[in-house]
């Protein structure tokens, strides 16, 4: 086959114009491929700049917080001494989908990134579930200034340090800022401004309410529970003897809606964390999934370029050896092996799906009878809506990647002296690798299960949370640290108590008492 | 849609806050590392930033984690002759069972024990100095010895051939050309005219004579218009010197500190950011500073500057042997006409009792009348003595340039400069 090669430009040097050439023919072909996304706006910055967005997580707008500062300069050593290249591209879950190119970057480089980025990610934000429940791509930029001009506000009232104080103790929780199984109601910046005032005065009457009790209820308020109507009691925690009366998970939730001895302002700041925790957590539990996706469409959209002759050998070629490097995986006895690299697996997995569909085997059409031999690109786009990490791999890790890959299965006891090989990438196995990464993925078992259980409403106002721990793993050293930040929310004792399997592991409590002393 | 924006002209230092944050929250420990910076570099040696290393447990910001220990199931990459049921050995070191993130994935060779980053100068000195209200050492200038410098002023009409300015002396001559050939030119032309005129009469009524003379006319004006000369004696212009005062760009700074057995390291440390001071401060004006430290305890001796600082020596105390020695130095090999003169000395206010007003006498007869500045201060909590009592009748006499105080902390050493630099101000007015 002859191509008539008419590049849109060679060399590794670009303009503006160039790229806009380029991405009108990114944008024809992805069209072509049906893939939809937000609009994009495209951003050329510097090295610098890019170390402030990694630092501020990639939020074009941040409020300020010493961790932040901590972040760039980790970043900047990293940068100056050579140990780690920036990423080429940063690309923010907004609509219009922000992407941040560094000047640096060749012209192969700017191309690829608007594919992978631009197109990659991009469509992903749009179509995935997790992305669709939980963040809203319209409103984030705005709800960002507003968190930003809120929090500066409140740092001129209250005082820096305070500020300080609250944030730091809301980042130690900000894992646990989710109902994992409640849908929330979308975010919007311009309600959440306008109705601010309101809710700093009804969220104390919640909370009055709920206290009311403690220590004398006041004359011609009956006690509670009963008295509350339920517009009072949204939550319908006041019900049963117990407050509150189902476990909760969302811990920053709780203390928004329930400390005792936060000012209105300080729940406001609680809230602005629990917003951007939430806003978060989808990228949490889509890594492999969001880069595969994206790794899937550059690489495709790139050798559609070439194809059609839009690009030059040179630059494909430079494309290739880029492309190569960024789905590496190297074997666990490597000495950069550091754990499953997201991009590698992902791409694995969205080729393989692609390759079941075009060109099943006997072995596919027994593990995949469903896609195997469907139309390949209806399939992906289903595999990227409804799925996240934990679940996708699940669903989509075939026998063929796990022996490309040379995956096995490890089961790491401390009661037991030696690692055992518990499975490896043959018949035996696939089942038990596929289980044991799709868990590894799962968030539920990535991080600590910890829910409150009771506020003491009547007592000492002592707040008890349960973590229900699994495979007898405990709870870090970390610990202390995270239920004194706790305890300074809630304002009164903490009481954080490990259970497997119905019987206590291990109790600890903040401010110390003699008990965990004992047992520490 | 696609719309491509360049943000490169845009602020930078979008982080500045936070990383001022930062290393507020941290003072504590930068402090540390940065004294301990003081201590180990050289006093020229304070114009570049610092790394800093902040233990990271000190700073983590934590999270609920699964800790060490239980059981795990770990899926990896690149099996190679493992088979089901193989057991393998715990890899040695850290974490046993493998603590989920604790410890941090480090096997990329910089350790994570520790939190480095790099303070720049500014930051550095600012910690270095903290507590010290440092003024704003720029753009004060000094009153200082001055040299005179010829300058390039202007131009005069004689001076010696070697100062002619060519393209002055070229200009004035095409002007005096100009202006003495126009009255000429304009006769010569109406002459031609006059001529031209002449000659195309009919042949029967043209004048010979008118012609002749004519003729001759024109012949003149161009023979004077040719003897104008090109450059003329008058044309020349000569570049002119002035005698101009210069301040002088070259500084001492002599370091004359008392290393008896009772100056301890801690003494010697506070000393030292008080040299650290006035050597900055000096840098700031000159273009060139030479350091001499003298130390001294019943004999002074010229050193280097890691002997002077941390090399022990005991003994009793003679302030005269240094200050003679400082004398010497200056006679010898900083003549006082060329260089700015400064001494610094700091001691703990020992001295022989017959010694202090050999002391005295020293200072306000040889050194004083030499020297821009000298500052004294003795780094001590307990009563003067009597060299303190000596050294107050000298400050009465040259308040302007003797400055001596008291201090306990480093906190107290700016306000020895402070006369310094109050004074410096008010003049620049």
Same mark, same amino acid.
């Given at each position: 086959m002859s191509v008539n090669r008419k590049p849109i430009a060679t060399g590794s040097d670009w303009n503006f114009s160039v790229l806009e050439r380029f991405d009108e023919e990114l944008a024809r072909l992805a069209d072509e491929y049906r893939l939809d996304t937000y609009p994009n706006q495209i951003e050329v910055i510097t090295t610098e700049q890019m170390m402030d967005a990694y630092a501020s997580v990639g939020m074009p707008v941040g409020y300020h917080h010493w961790s932040f500062g901590k972040q760039f300069l980790s970043v900047e050593q990293a940068y100056k001494r050579g140990q780690m290249g920036l990423a080429y591209e940063l690309v923010i879950n907004s609509n219009p989908c922000i992407a941040y190119l560094m000047e640096e970057n060749t012209l192969m480089m700017q191309v690829l990134v608007i594919?992978?980025?631009?197109?990659?990610?991009?469509?992903?934000?749009?179509?995935?579930?997790?992305?669709?429940?939980?963040?809203?791509?319209? &409103?984030?930029?705005?709800?960002?200034?507003?968190?930003?001009?809120?929090?500066?506000?409140?740092?001129?009232?209250?005082?820096?340090?305070? %500020?300080?104080?609250?944030?730091?103790?809301?980042?130690?929780?900000?894992?646990?800022?989710?109902?994992?199984? /409640?849908?929330?109601?979308?975010?919007?910046?311009?309600?959440?401004? /306008?109705?601010?005032?309101?809710r700093e005065a009804y969220l104390q009457t919640q909370v009055n309410m709920l206290w009311r009790t403690i220590p004398e209820p006041p004359a011609g308020v009956a006690p509670l529970p009963g008295s509350l109507h339920s517009d009072d009691d949204p939550l319908g925690l006041h019900t049963g003897g117990r407050y509150p009366s189902e476990p909760q998970e969302n811990l920053l939730y709780f203390i928004e809606k329930n400390a005792p001895l936060l000012a209105p302002w300080q729940r406001e700041i609680v809230r602005i964390v629990r917003k951007l925790a939430q806003y978060f957590y989808p990228q949490r539990q889509t890594q492999v999934m969001n880069e595969g996706w994206a790794c899937f469409w550059h690489y495709t959209l790139m050798n559609r370029l070439y194809d059609e002759g839009k690009v030059d050998e040179g630059l494909m070629l430079e494309f290739l050896q880029s492309h190569a490097a960024v789905i590496n995986q190297p074997g666990f006895d490597s000495p950069y092996y550091s754990g499953l690299n997201p991009y590698a697996l992902g791409f694995a997995i969205f080729m393989d799906i692609k390759r079941i569909c075009d060109a099943p085997t006997a072995e596919d059409r027994e593990w995949f009878p469903d896609i195997a031999g469907s139309?390949?690109?209806?399939?992906?786009?289903?595999?990227?809506?409804?799925?996240?990490?934990? &679940?996708?791999?699940?669903?989509?890790?075939?026998?063929?990647?796990?022996?490309?890959? /040379?995956?096995?299965?490890? %089961?790491?006891?401390?009661?037991?002296?030696?690692?055992?090989?518990?499975?490896?990438?043959?018949?035996?196995?696939?089942?038990?690798?596929?289980?044991?990464?799709?868990?590894?993925?799962?968030? &539920?078992?990535?991080?600590?299960?910890?829910?409150?259980?009771?506020?003491?409403?009547?007592?000492?106002?002592?707040?008890?949370?349960?973590?229900?721990?699994?495979?007898?793993?405990?709870?870090g050293r970390s610990v202390y640290p995270v239920i004194r930040h706790l305890q300074q929310l809630w304002g009164f004792p903490v009481h954080l108590v490990s259970m497997e399997d119905g019987k206590v592991t291990r109790r600890y409590h903040w401010p110390v008492e003699e008990e965990s002393k004992g047992a520490g | 849609m696609t719309y491509f924006i360049d943000r490169r002209p845009n602020a930078k230092h979008k982080s500045a806050v936070n990383r001022q944050r930062f290393l507020e929250r941290y003072r504590k420990h930068i402090k540390r590392s940065v004294e301990e910076a003081v201590n180990r570099r050289s006093i020229t040696d304070m114009e570049r930033g610092e790394k800093i290393s902040i233990p990271t447990k000190d700073i983590s910001e934590p999270v609920f984690q699964?800790?060490?220990?239980?059981?795990?199931?770990?899926?990896?990459?690149?099996?190679? =002759?493992?088979?089901?049921?193989?057991?393998?050995?715990?890899?040695?070191?850290?974490?046993?069972g493998g603590g989920a993130e604790e410890g941090g994935a480090s096997n990329q060779g910089e350790g994570n024990d520790e939190f480095a980053f790099t303070l720049s100068r500014e930051e550095f000195l600012e910690f270095v100095f903290d507590g010290l209200e440092l003024p704003h050492l720029q753009r004060k200038p000094l009153k200082s010895l001055e040299e005179i410098k010829m300058v390039r002023a @202007?131009?005069?009409?004689?001076?010696?051939?070697?100062?002619?300015?060519? !393209?002055?002396?070229?200009? =004035?001559?095409?002007? $005096?050309?100009?202006?003495?050939?126009?009255?000429?030119?304009?006769?010569?032309?109406?002459?031609? =005219?006059a001529?031209?005129?002449?000659?195309?009469?009919?042949?029967?009524?043209?004048?010979?004579?008118?012609?002749?003379?004519?003729?001759?006319?024109?012949?003149r004006l161009e023979k004077r218009i040719d003897a104008i000369p090109f450059i003329d004696t008058y044309d020349l212009r *000569?570049?002119?010197?002035?005698a101009q005062p210069q301040p002088s760009s070259q500084a001492v700074m002599f370091c004359v500190m008392d290393v008896s057995g009772s100056m301890t390291q801690n003494h010697k440390d506070i000393a030292k950011r008080f040299f650290l001071l006035l050597y900055l401060f000096l840098e700031k004006h000159y273009e060139k500073v030479e350091l001499v430290f003298v130390r001294h305890h019943t004999a002074a001796r010229e050193v280097n500057e890691e002997e002077f600082f941390y090399s022990r020596e005991t003994g009793g105390t003679i302030v005269s042997s240094a200050l003679n020695l400082v004398n010497k130095i200056i006679e010898k090999r900083y003549p006082a006409g060329q260089w700015n003169l400064y001494v610094a000395q700091a001691s703990d @206010?020992?001295?022989?009792?017959?010694?202090?007003?050999?002391?005295?006498?020293?200072?306000?007869?040889?050194?004083?009348?030499?020297?821009?500045?000298?500052?004294?201060?003795?780094? !001590?909590?307990?009563?003067?003595?009597?060299?303190?009592?000596? *050294? =107050? !009748?000298?400050?009465?006499?040259?308040?302007?340039?003797?400055?001596?105080?008291?201090?306990?902390?480093?906190?107290?050493?700016?306000?020895?400069? $402070?006369?310094?630099?109050?004074?410096?101000m008010s003049q620049e007015r």
């Open positions: 594919a992978h980025a631009c197109y990659g990610h991009n469509s992903f934000f749009k179509g995935n579930y997790l992305f669709r429940t939980w963040t809203d791509a319209e &409103s984030i930029v705005d709800y960002l200034v507003f968190a930003r001009k809120y929090i500066a506000q409140c740092e001129e009232r209250h005082g820096v340090h305070a %500020v300080e104080q609250l944030l730091d103790a809301c980042h130690a929780l900000q894992n646990y800022g989710v109902d994992r199984y /409640k849908r929330p109601s979308p975010i919007s910046a311009e309600e959440e401004a /306008k109705r601010q005032d309101e139309p390949w690109r209806e399939t992906l786009e289903f595999a990227m809506r409804n799925f996240k990490d934990e &679940s996708f791999i699940q669903q989509f890790l075939s026998p063929k990647v796990i022996r490309d890959l /040379k995956l096995f299965l490890i %089961v790491d006891d401390d009661q037991v002296e030696m690692l055992e090989v518990a499975a490896i990438h043959d018949d035996r196995g696939y089942k038990r690798i596929r289980e044991a990464l799709s868990s590894q993925y799962a968030l &539920s078992v990535r991080e600590p299960n910890i829910q409150v259980v009771e506020a003491a409403i009547r007592g000492d106002r002592s707040l008890t949370l349960h973590h229900i721990q699994d495979s007898r793993r405990p709870l | 699964h800790g060490p220990g239980g059981a795990r199931n770990i899926v990896a990459p690149g099996n190679k =002759e493992f088979l089901e049921g193989d057991k393998i050995r715990r890899p040695s070191g850290q974490g046993g @202007g131009l005069a009409r004689d001076g010696v051939p070697s100062r002619i300015s060519i !393209t002055r002396s070229m200009r =004035e001559a095409y002007a $005096r050309r100009i202006a003495m050939r126009a009255p000429i030119k304009r006769a010569l032309k109406e002459a031609q =005219e001529l031209a005129a002449e000659e195309r009469k009919d042949p029967v009524l043209r004048n010979p004579a008118r012609v002749v003379e004519l003729k001759a006319e024109i012949e *000569y570049h002119q010197l002035a @206010g020992d001295n022989w009792d017959d010694d202090s007003n050999i002391c005295r006498d020293l200072l306000v007869k040889q050194l004083m009348p030499q020297l821009q500045y000298y500052a004294y201060v003795e780094i !001590t909590p307990h009563d003067h003595q009597s060299l303190w009592h000596e *050294y =107050e !009748t000298v400050a009465a006499q040259f308040p302007e340039r003797f400055a001596m105080r008291q201090i306990v902390d480093a906190g107290d050493i700016y306000p020895v400069f $402070r006369e310094l630099f109050k004074r410096r």
